[in-house]
């Protein structure tokens, strides 16, 4: 139950960062400094209204994702379950 609801937070974090970051872009009308010419000066996203759902929501993926390397690593070498081998990492059991 933890290793689904942990998948489907990261997902929901991961679509949240970019959906408000580009909400962010354009509230802030950046989307011609970044994009365009590059001669703007960039606004100041801190003021934007999706900036705060932006980095809350980087915030909760960064731990999430610092979550989910711990829980592979504590499979991988505590419970000895080697589940590295589904990427590629050590040899598979046999």
């Known amino acids: 139950m933890a290793e689904r609801t942990v998948r489907v937070l990261l997902y929901l974090s991961v679509f949240a960062a970019i959906g408000s970051g580009i909400a962010t872009i354009l509230i802030a009308g950046a989307e011609l ?27 909760i993926l960064l731990l999430l994702s610092i979550g989910h390397g711990g829980a592979a690593l ?6 000895k379950q080697r589940v590295l081998a589904r990427i590629g990492i050590g040899r598979p059991r046999r």
Do not use: K, M
């Open 33 to 59: 400094p970044l994009f365009g010419s590059g001669t703007l000066a960039l606004p100041d996203f801190e003021t934007a209204p999706g900036f705060s759902i932006h980095s809350t929501a980087a915030g």
């Open 74 to 79: 504590w499979h991988q070498l505590i419970a």
